[in-house]
Nanobody, 119 residues
């Protein structure tokens, strides 16, 4: 079973910083793209940032210049450094990864972690 475990969510004041981490474990032999998504109440689940195995990144316009995605291929982890947080960043953040489980490539999701930005 492939599992994605997230950590780092919580409550932070506007203008502050937070770092999210996600570790992939289980019977996997490879990981392609890894990404962070977020979903606020009543909204769609939107891409925040994506990073390929080779380190190519893509960011949503709303977070560009404030958030940084990174990964450690040896540890099967992906992180999201969030700076200059504002109220609009409040959402549930989900880790996502494309993994080879020994039989096929499949898309996996974490359970989500709450990020709340206060004024």
């Amino acid at each position: 079973q492939v599992q994605l475990v997230e950590s780092g969510g919580g409550l932070v004041q506007a203008g502050g910083s937070l770092r999210l981490s996600c570790t992939v474990s289980g019977r996997i032999s490879g990981i392609s793209d890894m990404a962070w998504y977020r979903q606020a109440p009543g909204n769609q689940r939107d891409l925040v940032a994506r990073i390929s195995r080779g380190g190519i990144t893509k960011y949503a316009d709303s977070v560009k210049g404030r958030f940084t995605i990174s990964r450690d291929n040896a540890k099967n982890t992906v992180s999201l450094q969030m700076n200059s947080l504002n109220l609009e960043d409040t959402a549930v953040y989900y880790c996502n990864a494309e993994c080879f489980n020994g039989r096929r490539w499949e898309n996996y999701w974490g359970q989500g972690t709450q990020v709340t930005v206060s004024s």
